[in-house]
């Protein structure tokens, strides 16, 4: 009877490409010749790239997979991405302050990106109510992210104008500044999708100093002289990676630069069979002797019928150190009763 378990790692291997390309086209070169540009979400990772490029003795800058999604931009209440209907104000979005991922109204109508933590008046919609009463104006001043929970609990979700005549209404309960309406996007992603947790960005970073800098390379200072040597296999617990620099990781840039980049490939998950071996034999199954004999017979024998040359085979010890146990067998009208000895491998 075999009883099959698997199991995989997730430790990412990190190639440096010294050769310039485009956050773009990095992007593309690393997903065809590897997994993807390269994420680095904790001390552990960036680690692994300083080691890389301290190996090849790379102390220059390099993207990896950090961008800032500015095209996500898509109402609150249905989670529906913004149309071809938009009213967006002169130069908008512009992303000026590096972190402008929500959307507000002004007076006049038109929409202006700011980041979600700044305090405005707010506009409600209400699905149980029909005509303009739908849209419900609040002046206290909360976040983007508290008017939207208020809204939720109040009412059904932030408005979301999707045409010249409800964006007029919400313009018109307006009294003075700005609102929150229900548009928003997502801020800096990984390129393969893993969660964002934080970031750690180098000082005054990311300021889309150039206007249109949505992607992330890292700092050359950390490649430089003072980098430092550690065990890695020992940080389980984080570890001071900042190569004796006090700063971060990342700036923000323009993707059309052209920078060398990381890109990154996950090992093959490995796979773990257990298999358990019943004999019947008079020698003692637990000599040394015996059980490596029986063991390189097995693998024979398993390799025949298929199993990969890079396979191995262990035994597995019981909790007395032991690999073999004697296991009783039912009676049978022709079999009398006796003992047979099992073992896990």
């Not at 692994?48 to 999604?69: H, K, M, P, Y």
């Not at 996950?266 to 004999?279: G, H, I, S, W």
Request: charge should be negative; include cysteine.
């Amino acid at each position: 009877t075999a009883f099959p378990l698997t199991f995989s790692s997730v430790s990412r291997q990190y190639h440096l490409i010294t050769d310039k390309k485009s956050w773009t086209d990095a992007q593309t070169y690393c997903r065809n010749n590897y997994k993807d540009l390269a994420t680095a979400e904790n001390d552990l990772d960036f680690g692994r790239i300083q080691r890389e490029a301290q190996r090849l003795g790379f102390t220059s800058e390099a993207w990896v997979g950090l961008f800032n999604d500015i095209n996500s931009w898509r109402c609150s209440r249905d989670e529906v991405p913004l149309g071809s209907w938009t009213n967006w104000g002169a130069d908008q979005p512009n992303n000026a302050n590096a972190v402008d991922e929500c959307v507000t109204m002004k007076g006049d109508g038109g929409w202006y990106d700011l980041p979600c933590s700044t305090s405005y008046a707010f506009i409600c919609y209400d699905e149980k109510i029909s005509g303009s009463d739908k849209y419900v104006y609040y002046s206290s001043g909360k976040t983007w992210k508290e008017a939207q929970d208020y809204c939720r609990q109040k009412h059904t979700d932030l408005a979301c104008p999707s045409d010249d005549p409800q964006n007029s209404i919400l313009k018109n309960k307006i009294y003075n500044g700005l609102i929150w309406i229900g548009f928003y996007r997502d801020g800096w992603k990984w390129s393969d999708n893993t969660s964002v947790s934080s970031i750690k960005w180098s000082s005054n970073q990311p300021d889309n100093s150039g206007g249109n800098d949505n992607c992330a390379y890292v700092v050359k200072s950390v490649f430089g002289s003072s980098y430092r040597s550690f065990d890695w296999n020992l940080c389980f617990f984080g570890c001071d990676t900042s190569g004796g620099s006090t700063d971060g990781w990342f700036d923000d840039e323009d993707c059309s630069d052209q920078r060398a980049f990381f890109c990154q490939s996950l090992p093959a998950p490995k796979k773990r069979q257990v298999m358990k071996v019943v004999l019947q034999s008079d020698q003692d199954m637990n000599d040394p002797t015996v059980k490596a004999a029986l063991l390189v017979k097995i693998q024979q024998k398993l390799k025949e019928q298929g199993m990969m040359e890079n396979a191995t085979l262990r035994w597995k010890e019981q909790p007395d150190g032991s690999v073999f146990y004697k296991q009783k067998e039912e009676k049978s009208e022709n079999v009398e009763n006796n003992t047979a000895t099992a073992c896990e491998l």
